[in-house]
């Protein structure tokens, strides 16, 4: 199922990222290189992420450091993009 259509991103590409340490839709959108566009696809982004932090996936390299995802996300992009998104 495509997740965000301006990128052409699906699910399995978006639980690859989470599970290679993506805890945020900015991430998720890092983690390929890419930046929001339109922002339909955040909310489902923010639930998948969400979900999968709450399943504890073994895998997920953060999950051994720490039981929580940060409580303040890194800012999105801001060595080129100067503004801000709402995707953190």
């Known amino acids: 199922m495509y997740v965000c259509i301006c990128h052409a991103l699906n699910d399995?590409?978006?639980?690859?990222?989470?599970?290679?340490?993506?805890?945020?839709?900015?991430?998720?959108?890092?983690?390929?290189?890419?930046?929001?566009?339109?922002g339909k696809c955040v909310p489902m982004m923010r639930d998948m992420v969400q979900s999968h932090c709450a399943n504890q996936c073994p895998s997920c390299p953060s999950h051994a450091a720490t039981q929580h995802p940060p409580s303040l996300p890194e800012p999105a992009n801001t060595e080129n993009f100067p503004y801000g998104i709402a995707a953190e």
């Open 12 to 38: 399995k590409q978006v639980t690859k990222a989470l599970e290679n340490g993506a805890r945020t839709p900015a991430s998720v959108f890092r983690h390929y290189e890419r930046q929001v566009q339109c």
